[in-house]
């Protein structure tokens, strides 16, 4: 009667041994076994066996390539506070599994240890500007720094990346501020260099409508002497003098000059004198001012030759032997 009531309870016990001796072990997952406290060995990924009881699963460690982010706040050599964020991606070695899970406690804090050693040691070292531009110096330092450190418990340390720099509000705020001071001289540069260039256009076009106008009025100038010219030359051949003829001109231009200002309406130009006399009168007046000047012209030559006459001729010496003689 006892025997058939253990028999099942044998048997259930039995089956629960059983199922505690056998156990799995996850993909990139590594178990650590140990037998009445000491380290057996490792069991990986599978179906796993123990010896119930006796063994035990003390941990298991991930295989994974695992990130830590490590928010860092220092100074910079110029005296800004700033905080940088470091993320540290790293691996737990399988042939190191023994040491990874007994040599080390807590890997995180060991890692983030290190990680504030590093940068405090590196970023005084810089300006604000040379954090910007050289975080890349500041991440391989602390890869190597924790390379030398975390292999001997059995990490391997795949990748350190500055993934934030951010200084103090108001050191951002400045830094805003000069760059577009910086942007907007530049500009400001940009745009005087335009005014610049518009205004040496400018010149430069006026400079040639001048010519051009210049050359206009000389041509035109020119062909009205032309006809002027050939004007005197026809009333000559008709018996009238240069005088009579140049009169002629000039009165006859004076009225097409009223005739011209009679055209337009609501004209406010007077042309004075415009009696018939006043052609006459203005070119007899031009005749005596270039006479008056041709005469005046002679004069001043005669003048000049007379006094290079003097200042050529040459001096007699006191003592020439003439001199001598007059004396005796």
Same mark, same amino acid.
């Given at each position: 009667m006892i025997t058939t009531v253990l028999i099942p309870i #044998?048997?259930?016990? =039995?089956?629960i041994i059983l199922f505690t001796g056998i156990f799995t072990v996850k993909q990139q997952t590594s178990a650590i076994v140990e037998r009445f406290g000491k380290y057996r060995n490792i069991r990986h990924s599978g179906l796993q066996f123990k010896i119930p009881i006796i063994d035990q699963i003390a941990g298991r460690i991930n295989l994974k390539v695992q990130q830590l982010d490590v928010l860092v706040e220092t100074k910079t050599k110029d005296d800004v506070f700033v905080k940088l964020k470091i993320s540290v991606q790293f691996q737990v070695i399988k042939m190191n599994v023994y040491d990874a899970f007994y040599k080390l406690e807590s890997p995180h804090d060991q890692i983030?240890?290190?990680?504030?050693?590093?940068?405090?040691?590196?970023?005084?070292?810089?300006k604000l500007d040379n954090v910007f531009e050289r975080k890349n110096d500041i991440a391989i330092a602390v890869k190597r720094?924790?390379?030398?450190?975390?292999?001997?418990?059995?990490?391997?340390?795949?990748?350190?990346?500055?993934?934030?720099?951010d200084p103090d509000a108001q050191v951002k705020s400045a830094m805003n501020r000069i760059n577009a001071a910086e942007r907007e001289k530049v500009a400001a540069e940009y745009i005087g260099e335009a005014e610049r260039?518009?205004?040496?256009?400018?010149?430069?076009?006026?400079?040639?409508?001048?010519?051009?106008? =210049?050359?206009g009025i000389a041509d035109q100038r020119r062909e009205i002497a032309r006809g002027l010219e050939e004007s005197v030359d026809v009333l000559?051949?008709? =018996?009238?003098?240069?005088?009579?003829?140049?009169? #002629?001109?000039?009165?006859?231009?004076?009225?097409?000059?009223?005739?011209?200002?009679g055209e337009h309406t609501n004209s406010n130009l007077i042309l004075l004198p415009n009696s018939p006399q006043a052609g006459s009168d203005m070119l007899n007046n031009m005749i005596a001012s270039f006479t008056a000047s041709n005469q005046i012209g002679e004069a001043m030559k005669e003048k000049n030759a007379k006094n290079l006459a003097a200042k050529t001729k040459p001096k007699r010496r006191r003592d020439s032997p003439d001199r001598e003689e007059e004396t005796e």
């Open positions: #044998l048997i259930v016990l =039995g089956l983030t240890s290190y990680v504030f050693d590093v940068v405090r040691a590196e970023v005084p070292k810089m720094e924790l390379n030398q450190a975390m292999s001997d418990y059995g990490y391997d340390i795949i990748k350190t990346l500055v993934t934030d720099i260039i518009k205004i040496v256009a400018k010149a430069r076009a006026e400079a040639e409508s001048k010519r051009l106008q =210049g050359q000559n051949n008709v =018996g009238i003098n240069s005088q009579e003829a140049s009169a #002629l001109i000039v009165v006859t231009q004076h009225y097409d000059t009223l005739q011209s200002i």
